[in-house]
């Protein structure tokens, strides 16, 4: 097997006497979608936080890309094509979902200290972003003001965004969180696509999503990894199912 | 043609053709008043390139206005007295050529705002506010116990400073000199705005998170914005002292900062034109309100209050609603 785009070792960090990550490994693969799951409270905010460098380990290695990214910031780990998605869309809501886009593929080819170009007429930079906003469905609302929005939209430009980073691997932290069913399902169809063009660290409270996209599922309790395993490993673990589901084990 | 450049044009007109109208109908006084009004819009330019742009409360931007306007000073001071500014390892000579003394006053106070920056930068909110209130103050305290340059008197300069092929001494001709300014320092501002380096400086306003997001350093875009932002009101700062030909710790007080930042508010926070708009309605509450009564500021503050409250925008938001995306 090749390498992991993402390996991540011994990951651990304690906040004074609280240990919010223990000991984690995790690895996400080429092609794949990895979700990660486990009870409110088990740490997976604090394990992305990791992974993304918002947070500095205790202990533990983040490797990338075959590179170790263990003490790089956020914005250098995002240039490596470390994408990330966020539970609250995060955005620059004054601007027109085009602005957002170009931003993005802005950040990712790097000259921001350019003061007299005209940034919105950059040929290059709008096909980056014309292509990313094409792949999510969101061409025809690029003039629309970020605010003006609804909830779905801003989650798929957050994903559009994402897109024109060039990413290698996408960290997505709830993305179907407060989408109704239909954009559940919709956005569901959408990253069981993406998955071939970058593979995905799903962080999702949706089990029929969960259940309906993961090659591999994580379970976090307490900050530990108690289990890893194809879908149907996970359903039939009894660990999982006492401390995840909150059935004891018969 | 949007409302936003409209109402640019009408601004811009409208502060082109009172000096006009004054100079015909033989009113100095005007003129000079509108000279003010424009060299405080170019710092309060200045200003909203940190504040407007790339939201940093800055309550410290005396200290550039003051620093710009000592770089004047100091230069013509020698010049009128024949000494030179230094003489030892080098022969450093005054001068009373504003096209030597803007550079010295741009790179001085954008120094000068790197520095400062560099380290209030590391704090934010409540705490940057408070950092460069004290290294204002910390500059307006020195030029005090400065001596050398006239203490808490500060510097008178017998005449103004020459530009080439201009009269300086009559006001219409440094009123054009410092309307010219404006006019490029606005023009800079606005290409600025709508290059990558805006885009960027404007996100990380927004959400520096998603800045980060996307690979980029917010602290990177806020210094360099404030270094920028900086070195305009420097240069704002050698042209209002050109224009009293006198410059005093006064001009780096924290009610000039203050100042500064009420035209940025009253005109409309983060609209480049905003500042202008800003500046000339506050001379003229200076004048009319100021006539009416020596406390006026009483009513500047109500007027104030109002915008804070019930519109936000300033004046731009009122006149030419929400900004409209550019492409």
């Known amino acids: ?250 | 043609m949007t409302r936003e450049s409209f109402l640019n044009a009408v601004l811009m007109g409208f502060l082109l053709v009172v000096p006009l109208a004054a100079w015909a109908l033989d009113e100095p006084f005007i003129i000079t008043l509108t000279t003010r009004a424009v060299i405080f819009a170019i710092a309060g330019v200045g200003l909203n390139l940190a504040l407007g742009f790339g939201g940093l409360v800055s309550f410290g931007h005396a200290a550039f206005f003051g620093l710009g306007g000592y770089a004047m000073g100091i230069l013509a001071y020698h010049a009128q007295t024949y000494t030179p500014l230094m003489d030892w390892p080098f022969v450093i000579e005054g001068t009373k050529s504003m096209l030597v003394i803007w550079p010295v006053a741009i790179v001085a106070s954008g120094l000068a705002a790197l520095a400062i920056g560099a380290l209030s930068l590391r704090t934010s909110g409540v705490y940057f506010i408070m950092i460069t209130l004290a290294f204002g103050q910390m500059f307006f305290y020195f030029t005090i116990s400065w001596s050398a340059y006239g203490g808490e008197d500060g510097l008178s300069i017998y005449v103004r400073n020459s530009f080439p092929g201009l009269n300086t001494m009559d006001p219409i001709q440094f009123f054009a000199i410092c309307y010219g300014v404006l006019v490029l320092v606005l023009a800079g501002v606005q290409r600025l705005a709508h290059a990558s380096f805006g885009l960027a400086l404007r996100a990380a306003r927004q959400n520096e998170e998603r800045l980060q997001a996307v690979g980029q350093v917010p602290y990177r875009l806020y210094l360099t914005a404030f270094a920028i932002s900086g070195a305009i009101t420097g240069l704002a700062g050698a042209l209002f002292a050109d224009l009293n030909r006198f410059v005093s710790p006064s001009m780096l007080s924290w009610q000039t900062s203050g100042e500064i930042m009420v035209f940025v508010i009253l005109g409309g926070v983060g609209r480049v034109y905003g500042p202008v708009a800003g500046a000339a309605l506050f001379i003229l509450l200076e004048h009319t309100l100021g006539g009416l009564s020596p406390y006026w500021h009483v009513y500047l503050g109500a007027i104030l209050l109002g915008v804070v409250l019930f519109a936000r925008g300033g004046i731009f938001g009122l006149l030419a609603g929400r900004e409209v995306a550019h492409d």
């Open chain 1, 1 to 250: 097997m090749t390498d992991p785009i993402l390996k991540v070792r011994g990951l651990t960090k304690s906040f004074g006497g609280l240990v919010a990550t223990r000991d984690v490994d995790l690895d996400l693969h080429a092609g794949e979608i990895h979700a990660l799951i486990g009870p409110n409270g088990a740490g997976k905010s604090t394990l992305v936080q990791l992974i993304s460098g918002a947070l500095r380990p205790d202990t533990g290695s983040v490797h990338f890309d075959g590179q170790d990214v263990s003490a790089l910031t956020t914005a250098a780990r995002a240039r490596k094509g470390m994408a990330r998605t966020f539970q609250i869309s995060s955005l620059a809501m004054e601007y027109t979902v085009l602005q957002n886009v170009v931003l993005g593929a802005l950040g990712r080819r790097g000259d921001v200290f350019r003061f007299f170009n005209r940034v919105m007429k950059d040929q290059q930079l709008l096909e980056v972003a014309d292509k990313a906003l094409a792949q999510v469905g969101l061409q025809d609302v690029r003039a629309f003001r970020t605010s003006d929005l609804s909830h779905g939209q801003r989650r798929q430009l957050e994903v559009a965004v994402a897109l024109t980073m060039e990413p290698k691997a996408f960290l997505m932290d709830e993305p179907m969180a407060g989408l109704g069913a239909e954009g559940s399902q919709q956005l569901q169809g959408f990253l069981d696509q993406l998955r071939h063009q970058a593979p995905i660290l799903l962080i999702e409270h949706d089990m029929d999503a969960v259940f309906a996209l993961a090659d591999r599922i994580s379970v976090l309790v307490y900050g530990e990894i108690i289990a890893t395993g194809t879908v149907d490993e996970i359903r039939g673990n009894p660990a999982v199912r006492e401390a995840y589901l909150g059935e004891s084990a018969e």
